[in-house]
């Protein structure tokens, strides 16, 4: 047990000290580096190998050919669990974990998140 003069002297250090609180919501919360929040995904840069899916652990990301070098990706966020390694596994950078967090709907179904492929010309030579 600490002695009451090493007690005093902690309340009274504390107590001019900032709280480690925040006021989120009604200040934007902002996320620490390597957040894994909501994942994007960059149909530029997909090659379609799928290794993404075979590896999340939730089935909760779809990827599909819909043209020559071409594939979109669906992510549902409400089976999603965050873990990013669907980040980890692409070999060619397509997905990323963003800081966003606020996903709440009220329609379940809006949780399936689509990205769209980029036109055809546009998917010629990108890293
Ligand atoms: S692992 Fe990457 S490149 Fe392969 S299908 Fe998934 S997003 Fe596309
Ligand atoms: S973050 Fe995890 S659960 Fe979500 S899509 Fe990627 S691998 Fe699947």
Redesign the pocket.
Known sequence: MKRPGKMIKEVLETIFKKPVTTMYPFRKAHMPDKF?GK?KFYPERCIGCKL?MR????N??TIRKVGEHQFEAE?DLG?????????DTCPKKA?ESTPEFELAVLDRSKLKVKFNAPPEEDNQGSP
């Open positions: 894994r994942i993404c590896d999340c652990p939730s909760a990301i992510i089976k999603c669990i965050y873990c990013a390694q669907c980040v997905l």
